[in-house]
């Protein structure tokens, strides 16, 4: 019964998207997750897309799938580079990960818009200033 399966809530996760240390407009931005545990997280497979309207047309970006067989304690891994073009889709991140003998899953949106600087955020462990999601309390 549906009763019967613990829900857990996912915390000490996040998504951030950091603008790579070249200036320029078109420099690609790059993607992490970032692991706040004390222990690491296995079987971690994201899902990337990106959709949303640009000048009336319905836009949809590819799908990308990324895997990674662990990510350790309190420590980040680059998920992928993207292009400030898509800054005006939703940009959605779609995590599943094995933790604690559970499986766990999450998905992470950056609204239309939100990938800006004034959404800027020192980001933990990875030192630099970007747009974060996630993150959350200990259970």
Not at 8 to 24: F, G, H, N, Y
Request: with cysteine; glycine share 6%.
């Amino acid at each position: 019964m549906k009763k019967d399966i613990p829900i857990r809530k996912v915390t000490e996760l996040c998504m951030a998207i950091v603008p790579d240390e070249d200036e320029s407009p078109e420099a690609l931005w790059r993607v992490f997750i970032i692991n706040l545990k004390e222990e690491p997280i296995r079987n971690v497979l994201i899902s990337s897309k990106g959709y949303g309207v640009r000048e009336g047309e319905t836009v949809r970006t590819s799908v990308l799938r990324h895997f990674f067989a662990e990510i350790g304690p309190r420590s980040y891994h680059q998920v992928e580079r993207i292009q400030p073009e898509v800054f005006s889709l939703n940009n959605e991140y779609w995590v599943s990960f094995s933790y604690d003998d559970f499986l766990f899953d999450q998905k992470y949106t950056f609204v239309a818009g939100s990938i800006h600087e004034d959404f800027f955020t020192l980001i933990p462990l990875i030192g630099s200033r970007g747009v974060m999601l996630g993150a959350g309390e200990p259970e």
